[in-house]
Nanobody
Framework: QVQLVESGGGLVQAGGSLRLSCAVS????????MGWFRQAPGKEREFVAG????????SYVDSVKGRFTISRDNAKNTVYLQMNSLRPEDTAAYYC??????????????????WGQGTQVTVSS
């Protein structure tokens, strides 16, 4: 049973930083492409960032490019999302995702087999 456990969310002022972590257990982490999605109240779920399985190629939604960085540590079975220059519009529940269906980064939610329980990020103005 693959499990994803996020941590690192919280309340931060606009312009501040947070680092989210996602620990993966129950599977071979190096086989998974990983990603982060977010969902704010009343809004649709949104792809934030993804990282591929082997080459560690990354992709981002336009609104976070230059501010967020996704990375992975295969030795620790963990993926990270470093979030800098946070804005109130970044407020959302952030979900870690994993898939073995593709080794490439993807923004398609339906391709991700495993989802974490989410961690709340709140950015005050």
């Amino acid at each position: 049973q693959v499990q994803l456990v996020e941590s690192g969310g919280g309340l931060v002022q606009a312009g501040g930083s947070l680092r989210l972590s996602c620990a993966v257990s129950g599977g071979t982490f190096s086989r998974f492409a990983m990603g982060w999605f977010r969902q704010a109240p009343g809004k649709e779920r949104e792809f934030v960032a993804g990282i591929s399985r082997i080459s560690f190629t990354t992709s981002y939604v336009d609104s976070v490019k230059g501010r967020f960085t996704i990375s992975r540590d295969n030795a620790k079975n963990t993926v990270y999302l470093q979030m800098n220059s946070l804005r109130p519009e970044d407020t959302a529940a952030y979900y870690c995702v994993a898939t073995g269906k593709t080794g490439l980064t993807t923004a398609m939610a339906t391709l991700y087999e495993y989802w974490g329980q989410g961690t709340q990020v709140t950015v005050s103005s």
